[in-house]
Nanobody
Framework: QVHLVESGGGLVQAGGSLRLSCAASGRTFSSYAMGWFRQAPGKEREFVTAFSESGGRTYYADSVKGRFTISRDYAKNTVYLQMNSLKPEDTAVYYC????????????????WGQGTQVTVSS
């Protein structure tokens, strides 16, 4: 069992930065590959970024490539999402998630989800 709690969301102006954190509990956290998704009002949840199952590779949606960075601190059981050059279209609830295996961009392959944190980017 893995319990995930996101934090760090808020209101920021376009061009600004935020860092989201996802704190995980559970002794088997290190065996899970982590990812971030987001969901804007009226839209489906979409992939943002994720680690490979080995942790050696990272993947990004085209819309965030070059602006967002995923990182992980195993000692703290925490995953981060550094978001730079934010745009109004980045406004959404951001979720972290954990999977054992499967396609990194598919929500259905993730076993555990956090409650989400709101990110609002003003123009």
């Amino acid at each position: 069992q893995v319990h995930l709690v996101e934090s760090g969301g808020g209101l920021v102006q376009a061009g600004g930065s935020l860092r989201l954190s996802c704190a995980a509990s559970g002794r088997t956290f290190s065996s899970y590959a982590m990812g971030w998704f987001r969901q804007a009002p009226g839209k489906e949840r979409e992939f943002v970024t994720a680690f490979s199952e080995s942790g050696g590779r990272t993947y990004y949606a085209d819309s965030v490539k070059g602006r967002f960075t995923i990182s992980r601190d195993y000692a703290k059981n925490t995953v981060y999402l550094q978001m730079n050059s934010l745009k109004p279209e980045d406004t959404a609830v951001y979720y972290c998630a954990a999977r054992r295996s499967g396609t990194y961009s598919n929500t259905k392959t993730y076993d555990y989800w956090g409650q989400g944190t709101q990110v609002t980017v003003s123009s």
